[in-house]
């Protein structure tokens, strides 16, 4: 079972980034499945999480700035990330909402620099 993050990279303030999720061994369309990051010397902090009947914002620090989608028959989820700041600059990690411990992988490095 396995969650792989990927798309993160540099980018410029004002800057938009597509984070992608992809799932082997477990069917994502069975979960809540939510979008988590961090930041250097911080905390792990949820991001936004979607289930079956549509998105569940969860969290203020990119809030309006961020859409998450998924795509059942892909089993895969997206993070769709704009207006992107040096704040932002984190790794990001796609799990179940609430986290399952043995489903973190990675993540994907987001770096929001000039």
Request: hydrophobic fraction near 30%.
């Amino acid at each position: 079972v396995q969650l792989q993050a990927s798309g993160g990279g540099l980018v410029q303030p004002g800057g938009s980034l597509k984070l992608s999720c992809s799932a082997s061994g477990v069917t994502l369309s069975s979960y809540t499945v939510g979008w988590y990051r961090q930041a250097p010397g911080k905390r792990r902090e949820p991001v936004a999480a979607v289930q079956s009947g549509g998105v569940i914002n969860i969290g203020d620090s990119m809030k309006g700035r961020v859409t998450i989608s998924r795509d059942d028959a892909k089993n895969t989820i997206y993070l769709q990330m704009n207006n992107l700041k040096p704040e932002d600059t984190a790794v990001y990690y796609c799990n179940t909402f609430p986290a399952t411990a043995r489903l973190w992988g990675q993540g994907t490095q987001v770096t929001v620099s000039s």
